[in-house]
């Protein structure tokens, strides 16, 4: 598991914005385009890559990507 | 038969009556909610008239067009049953105010997808889906089966099987406590 694959993994969900506007430190609430819909795209896409379940409080402590890959990270290591 | 208004995981859940008509025609007439609904007249007239028929066709067992809101009455969102024959019944017309909880519209999903399968006992739900509405394919697909698509739309339906997935999948991310 790397960062940068994470990054792009998770940019994937977004229909409307370019993958090359993301980064790790991405504040990805504040862009137009984030919604229920979209956080549901990135627990289903952590659960079928990663094989790991992301829950509501997880997303909603998450500012940064990284937030997000750092959770990942520390469930498949628990 | 299901008990309403429900309360659950911190949402209110009730049938849309005609004084709704003002907040469900902000909804489909937002642009950017509406892209992927059929249009509507904007006028407030037309939409009570439609709620009107509406009731009576959920007097008859035919629909039943459901508005959530939260715990202070401040509505949020609105879902529909329909085409309602032997046991299928097809769900759609979502619609959601912009800038709530993210999680409520999956607690939205939860409450109506138990609805059918264990509140009103269908033993199958279809939808369609416009296809350029791509994460709400992508996330349909998990659970729903495709049957078939024409130029404009994705056909699905979901089981009692695929349910049961879905309930789990949803319960473990919104963790309902309330």
């Known amino acids: 598991m790397n960062i940068e694959t994470f990054v792009q993994e998770f940019a994937e969900q977004f229909d409307e914005i370019p993958a090359d506007q993301f980064a790790a430190d991405t504040l990805f609430k504040e862009n137009d385009e984030w919604s229920s819909m979209t956080a549901l795209s990135v627990i289903a896409m952590v659960d079928q890559n990663y094989s790991v379940r992301l829950t509501g409080d997880d997303v909603r402590k998450s500012s940064t990507i990284e937030d997000i890959y750092n959770i990942v990270a520390s469930k498949q290591n628990a | 038969m299901i008990q309403l ?64 809101t939260d ?45 059918i399968f264990e509140e009103f006992k269908f033993d199958r739900c279809v939808i369609d889906v416009r296809k350029d509405n791509k994460k709400l394919l992508r996330y349909h697909k998990m659970f729903f089966t495709v049957t078939s698509e024409d130029d404009l739309n994705v056909y699905m339906y979901m089981n009692a099987a695929d349910y049961q997935r879905k309930k789990e999948f949803l319960t473990s991310i919104i963790q309902p406590s309330i």
């Not at chain 2, 950017?32 to 066709?57: D, F, G, M, T």
């Not at chain 2, 979502?94 to 109506?112: C, V, Y």
């Open chain 2, 71 to 115: 715990e202070q009455n401040e509505p949020l969102g609105v879902f529909r049953l329909y085409n309602i024959e032997h046991n299928t019944v097809t769900s759609g017309s979502w619609l959601a105010k912009s800038g709530q909880d993210e999680l409520n519209s999956i607690r939205a999903d939860l409450f109506l997808t138990t609805a």
């Open chain 2, 5 to 68: 208004p429900a309360h659950q995981y911190g949402l209110i859940f009730r049938l849309v009556e005609e004084q709704d008509a003002e907040f469900i025609l902000s909804l489909r007439t937002d642009p950017r909610l509406a892209k992927h609904v059929s249009p509507v007249s904007n006028e407030l007239e037309a939409q009570q008239a439609w709620i009107r028929k509406y009731k009576e066709r959920e007097a008859r067992g035919l629909e039943y067009y459901f508005l959530y």
